[in-house]
């Protein structure tokens, strides 16, 4: 598919879903169902990280979609795991910089 082919989302951004499942750090457990809070439990520990991403070896949790996927699987608030060590065509990454 082309990049841009459709218009940004609200926030100006082409291309937030669909293409392949985007790869996050953010290590993969589910949320927890009293807190009411979504938030995704980031590496801190070396145990958790390793020390490159190449040691990494705990699911980590994957945005987005993909062209394989259902379309429930298109909302940016679906999330679902992946192994880092098992790459495939359905799962990529997003190079991202802080607006800080």
């Given amino acids: 598919m ?4 459709y218009p940004p989302n609200p926030f100006g951004l082409y291309d937030m879903a669909g293409n392949v499942w985007e790869f996050l750090q953010d290590i993969w457990r ?6 009411g809070v979504k938030v995704n439990p980031a590496p801190g520990s070396p ?3 390793g020390n490159s991403h190449l040691d990494i070896s705990t699911r980590r949790v994957i945005r987005g979609g993909s062209w394989g996927g259902a379309p429930v699987n298109l909302r940016n608030s679906y999330r679902d795991s992946h192994p880092p060590p098992g790459s495939g065509v359905h799962v990529g990454f997003r190079c ?3 607006i800080r």
Wanted: glycine share 6%; aromatic share 6%.
């Fill in 2 to 5: 082309d990049v841009g082919r």
């Fill in 30 to 35: 589910p949320y927890e169902a009293d807190s």
């Fill in 47 to 49: 145990t958790q990280l």
């Fill in 96 to 98: 991202a910089k802080s």
